[in-house]
């Protein structure tokens, strides 16, 4: 009898022959991987466009506006007609500024950051600069040059002397030189006599 050789036969869910493995730059690649290289997005972007945030600006009364007004019209209470507090500006009106008292008040409080408009809501004021840590105080330089500017207080205050002994006798440069110095100090461009800015103590909303 002949004899043949034995055949063989694949096992079920087996490859014979040798493993295949795909080549580099084939199509087929292993499941759940994507072929080349991987890709990240980008932290804070989407794709296709830049989101791009726009800076908001604070909206509301100007507090230069009002301090000037409380300044040269606050006895017929035009900074209140200013910030909206129409019931109470009329009541300075016909008060003449509450005999000077109430104008009075309203000035110390534009300076210190606590008056409000007729919302509640603080004045917007523009600041170049808080100042340093400690020096010569922003408030109570205004205070002096408003009630005793004519003389040079304000001057004396921040160490300016010479100039202040200059206004002293010539009563505030004739009120030139103490319009002038409140214009500076609103704007804060005066500074002490190391050219070091005034000292902020309070805080207001900026834009």
């Known amino acids: 009898m002949s004899s ?3 055949q063989q036969y694949p096992q079920p869910g087996y490859q014979s022959g040798p493993p295949q493995y795909p080549q580099a730059g084939s199509q087929f690649s292993q499941p759940g991987y994507q072929s080349g290289p991987p890709q990240y997005a980008q932290p804070g972007y989407q794709q296709g466009r830049q989101q791009v945030s726009q ?3 604070a ?3 100007s507090w230069t506006t009002a301090l000037f007004l409380c300044i040269f019209l606050g006895g017929l209470g035009a900074h209140r ?3 909206g507090k129409i019931g109470t500006g ?8 509450g005999l000077g008292i109430w104008r009075l008040v309203d000035f110390i409080m534009i300076i210190t950051g606590g008056f409000t408009d007729t919302n509640g809501m603080p004045l917007v004021r523009t600041i170049k600069s808080q100042g340093p840590v400690q020096g010569k105080d922003w408030q109570v330089a205004m205070l002096l040059c408003i009630f ?3 003389v040079g207080m304000h001057r004396f ?3 300016k002397n010479g100039t202040a002994i200059a206004m002293l ?3 505030g440069g004739f009120g030139i030189w103490l319009i002038i110095d409140i214009f500076m100090l609103v704007f804060d461009n005066f500074t002490a006599t190391d050219g070091v800015p005034l000292l902020k103590r309070f805080v207001t909303v900026t834009r």
Do not use: A, D, S
């Not at 009329?90 to 500024?97: D, E, N, R, V």
């Open 4 to 6: 043949y050789p034995p």
């Open 55 to 57: 800076p908001v600006q």
């Open 59 to 61: 909206e509301g009364k």
């Open 81 to 83: 007609f200013y910030t």
């Open 90 to 97: 009329l009541l300075m009106l016909f008060t003449l500024g």
């Open 148 to 150: 005793l500017g004519v």
């Open 157 to 159: 205050y921040v160490g």
């Open 169 to 171: 006798l010539t009563g």
